[in-house]
């Protein structure tokens, strides 16, 4: 059948590429290029392993500060939006040990189906996308929140993930660049199987692949509106016209809920704004880090994509402006020099920010809404695990199409 997705972030490239795999045709619409939305600066790090949802009941304790103070990774800026109001509401209200712990199970076993997949991709695709496998460790400044992340660990241990719980003297030993912040760190969580890529770069040559292969892209096409038709999409309206298929993929991240309303389905889905900077590594400094870092405290993360080092952090629930504030940029470069002096000379920042289609509990929104027109399927809401969960997705709604 033809199947048009809308979408080409790395969620709608994956699916159109389950889905060609699968003997479909398909179309990929877009308003810009691939990639251009969250994925093009995301923070690299490939989580199959380590999926900690933001909605976790040491929220509760953290929320003042994480609200109040000036230098919060997380930002509140209260919109006259209803949406954002009741985002916020179920958030809080997903902030329980049960919400967590059921959430933790669902998205390690959505990350075991995605590694799979995308390891198969890449094996048979052999994409130039600055792919590692050097592993990840996640740092903690004090023992209470180390003592919370060890609890976290033995959950997924359970559930089949292969971590540890390491102190401050394996740390350097695992990441020898983390030597000068020694006496800051009171434990982190190894996971020797984690993973990085630059997500624009596996975007831009897995579009390469698909038109190969036969799918046909309409890039620069903003998406008007989904004509029905009963109770089916009878075609997509664009500017340059109508694009008519079987079945519809909605795959628009940030962009998705408000696409969805016009139709009459409510996704819980709300844009959480991010930042990122990339920067050239000194290579002969030897400081900069090859493992991936999370540093669990300023809510940043560290990949090694090759040459380059991608910094990422922030969670803005600020509504869709995507403007880059200068202030986070500035941050995340600080931190950056405190965590890894001398590693680089930011002579470019690279400066990015992005919308990561968040829902309250952190699961994503896959497969038909009872609310929703019978041949349009959502793959959309996976926050900030888009790329470490895009190719389980993709699978599920190819699953899903197949029955």
């Not at 691939?34 to 790090?45: D, I, V």
């Not at 709300?270 to 090859?290: C, F, R």
């Not at 405190?338 to 497969?367: E, H, K, Q």
Request: charged fraction near 15%; charge should be neutral; glycine fraction near 8%.
């Amino acid at each position: 059948m033809h199947v048009c997705v809308l979408g080409a972030g790395i969620v709608g490239l994956a699916t159109a590429y389950s889905l060609r795999r699968a003997g479909h045709e398909v179309t990929v619409i877009d308003r810009a290029g691939p990639g251009s939305g969250a994925s093009g600066g995301n923070g690299a790090q490939l989580s199959y392993s380590y999926v900690q949802p933001l909605a976790d009941p040491g929220i509760w304790k953290q929320l003042p500060k994480l609200l109040l103070s000036p230098s919060s990774p997380l930002k509140l800026r209260p919109q006259l939006d209803l949406h954002q109001w009741l985002w916020g509401a179920r958030f809080l209200a997903a902030c329980n040990a049960g919400t967590s712990r059921s959430t933790t199970v669902q998205l390690l076993q959505l990350a075991a189906e995605s590694r799979h997949a995308f390891d198969t991709m890449m094996a048979e695709e052999t994409l130039d996308c600055d792919y590692s496998t050097t592993g990840k460790l996640v740092l903690y400044a004090d023992a209470a929140s180390f003592a919370g992340a060890r609890q976290q660990m033995l959950l997924q241990r359970e559930l089949g993930s292969k971590q540890e719980a390491v102190n401050a003297d394996r740390c350097v030993e695992i990441e020898p660049a983390l030597a000068s912040r020694h006496a800051q760190i009171s434990g982190a969580i190894y996971t020797p199987s984690e993973c990085a890529a630059d997500c624009l770069k596996t975007c831009n040559a897995l579009m390469a692949v698909l038109r190969r292969q036969g799918v046909k892209f309409l890039l620069d096409r903003p998406i008007e509106q989904l004509l029905l038709r009963s109770n089916s999409v009878a075609a997509v309206a664009t500017p340059q016209g109508h694009i008519e298929a079987d079945q519809y993929v909605l795959a628009l991240g940030a962009a998705s809920a408000p696409m969805a309303r016009t139709l009459g389905v409510p996704l819980p889905i709300y844009p959480l704004k991010g930042y990122s900077i990339t920067v050239e590594v000194d290579e002969t400094a030897q400081t900069a880090p090859t493992v991936s870092v999370t540093d669990s405290s300023r809510k940043v993360v560290f990949a090694r994509i090759g040459s380059r080092l991608r910094v990422a952090g922030m969670a803005e629930l600020t509504g869709y402006d995507s403007t880059i504030e200068p202030a986070q940029i500035a941050s995340l470069k600080a931190s950056t020099q405190t965590l890894f002096p001398g590693c680089s000379a930011f002579a470019d920042l690279s400066p990015w920010a992005g919308m990561r289609p968040a829902t309250p509990t952190g699961l994503p929104v896959i497969g038909r809404h009872a609310k929703g027109p019978g041949n349009l399927l959502f793959n959309t809401g996976h926050g900030a695990l888009g790329f470490t969960l895009a190719f389980g997705s993709a699978q599920r709604i190819s699953g899903l199409l197949a029955h």
